[in-house]
């Protein structure tokens, strides 16, 4: 019956009816096409992938990041004067510590020693080494220490006299890693001149921040009485 009605539709007053109401919109002439002018995108693309010089962009690339110096890196004064200084490195909660009830757990003001939160076997076998790459005495004092220091956890923090090339050659060389130093770590153990050494001891029951400067003439010293 459906095909039947389909038929009778085509041949009847109701087809003509319906073409002339859908003729306007459906089977109105188009308007005049062009051919598109614009180049394909992805083709421009991948053609202008294939023109560039890779190796020149990597180049430049490396040559960037070994340039590279952290916007608050700091350059150290070298050390003339061999010396031992003492940092306590107790700070003071600058607003209150509370809990999710709202119970303040620790006042603003409280003094805090983050050595203390830490085991002194943890802190105790740290070693932090600033020195600047530039000079020859402090690398060999550096290398001297990595070679006689085994029982410690030395970390070698190189100054603003160095960019990432400089501390890449010397890892490359040493096969140790080096770490580029900022303004606030500096001023979190106390550090102003290279080559200094930072280690954790208890002074008077405390434990506190040792800052050892060493100045070239007793670098060369030591190393001289370590040939013997």
Known sequence: MALATVLFCMHSGFAKQIYEICSPCVLKPINRTYRIAEKDMLEVIQREIEEVDWEAVNRRLRERIYRYKPVDSIVLTEAKDHRVRYVDPTWYLPFDIKDAYGNVLYS??????????????????????????????????????????????????????????????????????????????AQRFGVSRSLSLVSFIRRDGKPVVKVEELPSWYIRKILEENKK
Do not use: C, M
């Open 108 to 185: 603003k003001g409280t003094a805090v020693n983050p050595l203390e939160k830490v085991p002194e076997a943890v802190w105790s076998k740290r070693l932090y080494v600033f020195f600047s790459l530039e000079s020859r005495d402090q690398r060999d004092f550096v290398k001297y220490l990595l070679r006689t220091e085994k029982n410690k956890l030395i970390t070698l923090i190189a100054d603003g006299h160095s960019d990432l090339k400089e501390i890449h050659d010397f890892i490359k060389r040493e096969h140790y890693p080096v770490y580029a130093l900022t303004k606030t770590v």
